[in-house]
C-alpha cells in the first residue's frame, strides 16, 4: 500500500514532468581526435560522449547519424535527387557516377557504453544502437567510439575539393548521436534536408600536416603549438611538414564544423561589443577587397541584430570559404568567397542570422524548417535594409522588404505545388515546395502577424521569444503563444489556416455607393478568399488626404493599436462581406485599398483597390 506522503510525492514528479514538458533537454558532452591521411582523403576518429538523460523516460536503444554514408551510390540521398522531378542542381546525378575513392563513408568499428560493448548496425546513414543497459532518467552514460572515415568529393555542404578549391569543408563529418525529446528519437535518414541536434560542450583535436590552416567552431585552444602569429587583424602562420594537432573547444553548442586548406588567409576582427568576428578565406585578386570590407557590415549588422532579435551569446563568430553556397553552423559558416560584395554581405547576414533562429533556440528543423529558415530570411531581408538605410550596402531602402516574397509566393500558391508548413523537410513532393514553404512562406508568416499584432507588438513578441525559448527546442504552438501572451489576442486560427493548411487569402474592395444619405458613401468589401484576416484599408480623398482604417477579425478578441488608424466593428469570420460608412460631406472619395503595403499574402492584387466611381466625378 502507498502511504500518503509516497502518494504526494510520485504525484509532485509526475505533476514536475508534465510542467517541465519541453524545458528538458538531454545533453552530450564531445570529445574527439581526428587523425587526418591527406592522401587518401581519411581519418581515424576516437570518440568519447558524456550522454545525460535528462528526460522523464528510460532508454533502451540509441542512434547516431552517419552523414558520410549518403555520398555513395545508391544512398537514399542518390536515389532521392534521381526521382525527384527536380533534384537540386548542385546534387543531380553527381554522386550515383562517384568513384569509390571519391565515396563518403563512416564505419564504426567498436562502441561501449560505460565499459561494456554494445550491439548496433549500421543502416545507410544511421547507426542502429541496442543499449547493453538501459539508460534511467537522471543517468549520465559514456559512450566511446572507435571510427574509419573517408571524405566525399564536395556534393552537398561537406567533402573534399569544392568548386572553388577549398580542400577539406568539415560538416556533418562526425558520428553525431540523435536528439531524444519529448516525441522521442528523431533517427532522420540524411536525404540533404534539416538537422536537429543535443546541446553540449565540444572538444576537438585535429591532427594534419603542419602546412594546413584550420578554421571552425569555437576556440583554439593552443595556438602557439600550430604555429599562430597574431599581428594586429592579419594572422599568419609557421608552416612546417610535420604534423600539427589543432585542439579546438567549444561549449554549449549542438554541432561543430571546420574546414582546411593550405592556402587560408586569416583576417582576426572585433565588433564594438567585443564579439571576435574570424574571416578564414582563400585570398585571391577577385575576392581579397570583398572580404576585406566584410568587417564593417558584419559588425553593424551584429548591432542591429542583437537590438532586434535578441543578443547574441558567443564570444566569437567565424566566416570561412568552403561549402557549396552556405551553410549554417554554431560559432561558424561555411560560405562560397567568390561572389560580388552585396551577394557576399547577404550570405553573411542570412548564415549568422541562423544563430538565432537555429544554433540558440533549434527548432526541430526537420519538423519545422520555416522556423528555422524562414525567421532568418525574414531578418536577413530586414537587416539587409538596415544597412542601405545607413549607406553600407547599395541599394532603396523598402518600407517593407518582404513586399516581393510576398508576391513570390501567392504566385506559388497558386500553381498548386504548394504544400502545408506542417509536411516534414524529407517529405516534400518538390524540392520547390520546400523551398517556397520553408524560405518563403516562413518570412511571409512573420510579416502577416506583424500586420495582425501592430509592429511594435510585435517588435516585443521577436525578443521575448528569443528571450524565452533559447536553447530549449521550440515549437510552432511556443511560438504563437508567445505572441498571444504579448498582444492579449487569441491567434491559434492563424496557425491553423497558415501553418496546417494552404488555403488562401482573397479581400476585395467591390464597391463605393451612396449611403443612406447623400451626405455619406458607402464602402463594400469582400472575402473571396479561404483564411480570413483582419484588414487594413486606406481610403484616400479627392483632396489626396489620407484616412486609415483597421477592422479586427472578430476570433482574434482584440485589435491592434496604431496612433493613424481609425478601428472599425469586427468582421465576423463567416460573412462574407462588410460595410464602411463615411462621411463624406467636406471630402469625396478617389479611391479605397486594402493594405497597400503587401504585408498580406493575398493572391489576388488586382482587387484590392476600386478607382474613383463615376458617381463622384
Request: with cysteine; charged share 20%.
Amino acid at each position: 500500500m502507498i502511504n500518503r506522503q509516497t502518494l504526494f510525492i510520485l504525484i509532485g514528479l509526475i505533476s514536475s514532468n508534465f510542467l517541465i514538458g519541453q524545458y528538458w533537454q538531454q545533453s552530450a558532452n564531445y570529445t574527439m581526435d581526428i587523425d587526418m591521411d591527406i592522401t587518401t582523403h581519411q581519418y581515424a576518429g576516437k570518440q568519447t560522449i558524456e550522454y545525460t538523460n535528462h528526460s522523464p523516460d528510460t532508454l533502451h536503444k540509441a542512434y547516431y547519424h552517419l552523414y558520410f554514408n549518403a555520398f555513395q551510390p545508391g544512398s537514399l540521398m542518390d536515389v532521392r535527387s534521381l526521382t525527384i522531378s527536380d533534384p537540386d542542381k548542385r546534387v543531380g546525378d553527381r554522386i550515383s557516377k562517384l568513384l569509390p575513392e571519391e565515396y563518403g563513408w563512416q564505419k564504426v568499428n567498436s562502441l561501449t557504453v560505460n565499459g561494456v560493448p554494445a550491439t548496433y548496425t549500421h543502416d545507410g546513414t544511421i547507426l542502429d544502437v541496442k543499449l547493453p543497459k538501459a539508460i534511467n532518467p537522471g543517468e549520465t552514460v559514456e559512450f566511446v567510439m572507435d571510427y574509419q572515415a573517408q571524405i566525399p568529393l564536395q556534393i552537398r555542404r561537406s567533402g573534399r575539393d569544392n568548386k572553388e578549391g577549398i580542400e577539406y569543408s568539415m560538416t556533418q563529418w562526425y558520428p553525431k548521436l540523435s536528439q531524444y525529446d519529448q516525441d522521442g528519437w528523431h533517427p532522420n535518414p540524411y536525404v540533404g534536408r534539416e538537422y536537429y541536434g543535443i546541446w553540449g560542450d565540444f572538444t576537438v583535436n585535429i591532427t594534419l600536416p603542419g602546412d594546413y590552416i584550420i578554421g571552425g567552431t569555437g576556440k583554439l585552444l593552443n595556438p602557439e603549438e600550430v604555429g599562430q602569429i597574431v599581428n594586429g587583424e592579419s594572422i599568419g602562420y609557421t608552416k612546417t611538414k610535420a604534423d600539427k594537432t589543432w585542439k579546438f573547444k567549444a561549449k554549449n553548442v549542438h554541432d561543430y564544423a571546420w574546414a582546411a586548406d593550405t592556402g587560408y588567409t586569416h583576417l582576426r576582427k572585433y565588433t564594438d561589443d567585443g564579439t571576435q568576428v574570424d574571416y578564414v578565406y582563400q585570398k585571391s585578386e577577385t575576392n581579397a577587397e570583398n572580404w576585406e570590407n566584410l568587417h564593417a557590415c558584419m559588425d553593424a549588422a551584429l548591432q542591429y541584430m542583437n537590438k532586434r532579435y535578441g543578443k547574441y551569446p558567443y564570444p566569437r563568430y567565424a566566416f570561412i570559404q568552403g561549402g557549396d553556397g552556405g551553410m549554417e553552423y554554431p560559432m561558424a559558416t561555411l560560405i562560397t568567397g567568390e561572389r560580388t560584395f552585396e551577394s557576399l554581405v547577404g550570405v553573411s547576414i542570412h548564415e549568422w542570422m541562423h544563430s538565432w533562429y537555429q544554433m540558440i533556440l533549434a527548432s526541430d528543423e526537420a519538423q519545422y524548417p520555416w522556423m528555422d529558415e524562414g525567421f532568418t530570411s525574414f531578418a536577413t531581408s530586414e537587416v539587409k535594409n538596415h544597412l542601405k538605410d545607413i549607406g553600407l550596402l547599395k541599394g532603396e531602402v523598402q518600407v517593407n522588404p518582404i513586399a516581393n516574397t510576398t508576391i513570390q509566393f501567392t504566385e506559388f500558391a497558386l500553381s498548386g505545388l504548394e504544400e502545408p508548413l506542417t509536411t516534414h523537410a524529407d517529405h516534400y513532393t518538390t524540392n520547390a515546395a520546400y523551398g517556397v514553404g520553408s524560405y518563403v512562406k516562413g518570412q511571409v508568416y512573420l510579416k502577416q502577424l506583424e500586420y495582425i499584432l501592430g509592429e511594435q507588438v510585435f517588435d516585443r513578441v521577436l525578443k521575448r521569444y528569443f528571450n524565452d525559448w533559447k536553447f530549449k527546442h521550440p515549437t510552432p504552438s511556443d511560438f504563437l503563444r508567445v505572441a498571444e501572451k504579448e498582444s492579449g489576442f487569441i491567434l491559434d486560427w492563424y496557425n491553423d489556416y497558415f501553418i496546417n493548411t494552404t488555403k488562401t487569402i482573397d479581400y476585395a474592395v467591390t464597391g463605393i455607393s451612396k449611403g443612406d444619405t447623400r451626405k455619406e458613401s458607402l464602402i463594400t468589401l469582400s472575402n473571396q478568399g479561404q483564411m480570413p484576416m483582419p484588414i487594413d484599408v486606406m481610403v484616400t480623398y479627392k483632396d489626396d488626404s489620407v484616412q486609415w482604417f483597421t477592422i479586427p477579425l472578430d476570433l482574434m478578441r482584440g485589435e491592434k493599436v496604431h496612433s493613424l488608424m481609425t478601428v472599425l466593428p469586427d468582421w465576423n469570420w463567416t460573412n462574407p462581406t462588410y460595410e464602411i460608412t463615411l462621411p463624406t460631406k467636406s471630402r469625396k472619395i478617389k479611391s479605397v485599398q486594402i493594405d497597400p503595403t503587401i504585408r498580406m499574402a493575398d493572391i489576388n492584387l488586382q482587387n484590392n483597390t476600386y478607382p474613383l466611381m463615376k458617381a463622384d466625378k
